[in-house]
């Protein structure tokens, strides 16, 4: 291989990189959002529940956990081992958000000391995956 080939294969390799790198646009700020959205509904669901409230309405709370669900598994291009973490984060997330449901409506109803630290244990996940993706925009080739 001469340098004029080398040259021209390197060039190739950029022009793939960086149009993947276009492909890959990171809504950070949304993922944040998202979190912060289930954060407030899963504390007011909580906070102004009472024992007759229908079993439907916590079904509401899961369009952003759903939205989060979709955005990580249709992610384009991903540094290696993010898949496993976002799988990871977005499981324990819905373990979380059951538990907390759950066992908040059934026992705790309109309790803040249940629902507030309840409310950001749903919200981790979407921190967690925020920031999974602040670290991947800012180092493109680093592992988590």
């Given at each position: 291989m001469d340098k004029n080939e080398a040259t021209e294969a390197l060039a190739s390799a950029d022009a793939v990189a960086s149009r993947m790198r276009g492909r890959n646009r990171r809504p950070g700020p949304v993922v944040f959002l998202l979190g912060?959205?289930?954060?407030?509904?899963?504390?007011?669901?909580g906070?102004?529940?009472?024992?007759?409230?229908?079993y439907a309405v916590p079904v509401v709370l899961l369009?952003?956990?759903?939205t989060l669900v979709i955005y990580t598994a249709t992610r384009p291009v991903l540094p290696r081992h993010y898949r496993t973490l976002y799988a990871?984060?977005?499981t324990s997330g819905a373990?979380?958000?059951?538990?907390?449901?759950?066992l908040g409506t059934?026992?705790?109803?309109?309790?803040?000391?249940?629902?507030?630290?309840?409310?950001?244990?749903?919200?981790m996940p979407f921190l967690v995956i925020g920031m999974l993706e602040r670290k991947a925009a800012r180092n493109p080739g680093a592992r988590p």
């Open positions: 912060l959205a289930m954060m407030v509904m899963t504390a007011v669901y906070l102004l529940i009472e024992p007759s409230t229908q369009i952003p956990f759903f990871l984060a977005t373990a979380v958000y059951t538990l907390v449901v759950t059934v026992f705790f109803s309109g309790d803040p000391l249940w629902w507030v630290p309840g409310a950001v244990l749903c919200g």
